[in-house]
């Protein structure tokens, strides 16, 4: 079993930034891949970024490539999504996830990922 919780969420202008945090427990939490997604109101969740369960392997969805970053501290079983230059568009509830099989390099499809956060959401302002 594996708890996640995200936080970091709020309402931000445009351009702005902000971090979320994704706390994990549970499960050996080094072992596996963690992924972060998004689902606007009428929207399908999509995926915007994962890494894998090492660190050493990053993805990003293209409309977020280049403005986010994630990165995690296993240490800590956290892991962080740095958003600068937010866009309207970036509003969103967003959910981390952990990958479902160990060592992964992190997918972006999300029968790949099995444990979810509860969401926390971002509002980007015009």
């Known amino acids: 079993q594996v708890q996640l919780v995200e936080s970091g969420g709020g309402l931000v202008q445009t351009g702005g930034s902000l971090r979320l945090s994704c706390a994990a427990s549970?499960?050996?939490?080094?072992?596996?891949?963690v992924g972060w997604f998004r689902q606007a109101p009428g929207k399908e969740r999509e995926f915007v970024a994962a890494i894998s369960w090492r660190g050493g392997s990053t993805s990003y969805a293209d409309s977020v490539k280049g403005r986010f970053t994630i990165s995690r501290d296993n240490a800590k079983t956290t892991v962080y999504l740095q958003m600068n230059s937010l866009k309207p568009e970036d509003t969103a509830i967003y959910y981390c996830?952990?990958?479902?099989?160990?060592?992964?390099?992190?997918?972006?499809?999300?029968?790949?990922?099995?444990?979810w956060g509860q969401g926390t959401q971002v509002t980007v302002s015009s």
């Open positions: 996830a952990t990958g479902r099989r160990p060592e992964d390099w992190g997918s972006r499809a999300i029968p790949d990922y099995d444990y």
């Open positions: 549970g499960r050996t939490f080094s072992s596996y891949a």
